[in-house]
């Protein structure tokens, strides 16, 4: 099963935002595993908030001397197993990307975040020797249409070559952002607190499934080849 990098050499760009939805998703119905790769460890801070579900492990201080051996055994025991890297470039990316069957490189719709998205694409394929199997995932986009500036900076991406996005963008949602002060996951949210609570538990539940889609395409080509 699975092994899924969320990077960008960029930090800010929603990483940990969408390595919690999907995990917290998946975790409904599945044992899942988040290796906490970041330094700041807002993953494991959110863990120590009340109401993480019991399929979800949480595992923090991961470093470059210790990732792969804790991607093996995560995968060893996990069907799922997600990794939130680290908003700069590092050596750390460089390994996790080397057991990852899917490389998640979130995206605000701004130039900065692109061109950072970018360049992660370049240094992964340049330390793999090939091209990562990755998406680009816009993350706190707007839910009404997109101004001019979100257009051309998807259109300067698919101009450049890196065309390779999810199709379900994960919104700009009060529901996301409460789940990083409030702990626990979408379910366990109160509506009387938390505004769009059903648009955003239904644009989670569009983007997990998409996610476990592409890893499925995967696993069968794999199968062929």
Not at 125 to 146: C, F, M, W
Not at 213 to 221: N, R, T, W, Y
């Amino acid at each position: 099963m699975p092994v899924i990098s969320v990077a960008n050499s960029k930090g800010g760009c929603g990483k940990t935002t969408l390595t919690l939805i999907l995990a917290t998703e998946l975790a409904k119905n599945y044992p899942v595993t988040i290796l906490d790769a970041d330094p700041r460890q807002p993953i494991v801070g959110w863990a120590s908030l009340k109401g993480k579900p019991e399929n979800l492990t949480v595992i923090g201080n991961i470093r470059e001397k210790n990732i792969l051996a804790e991607i093996q055994d995560a995968a060893a025991s996990t069907p799922f197993v997600f990794i939130d890297l680290e908003g700069t470039a590092s050596r750390m990316i460089s390994f996790a990307a080397s057991e990852s069957d899917l490389i998640l490189i979130p995206i605000k719709e701004q130039g900065q975040d692109a061109r950072a998205a970018v360049n992660t694409v370049i240094a992964l394929t340049d330390e793999l020797g090939h091209e990562p199997n990755y998406r680009l995932a816009i993350t706190q986009s707007k839910v009404i249409a997109k101004g001019r500036t979100a257009t051309s900076v998807i259109q300067g991406l698919k101009a450049e070559g890196f065309d390779k996005f999810l199709n379900v963008e994960l919104h700009e949602r009060d529901a996301f952002a409460a789940l990083h002060t409030l702990g626990g996951t979408l379910d366990e949210l109160d509506p009387a607190m938390v505004g769009g609570l059903e648009k955003a538990r239904k644009n989670a539940e569009l983007i997990t499934d998409e996610v476990i889609a592409v890893c499925a395409d995967q696993e069968s080509e794999r199968s062929v080849a």
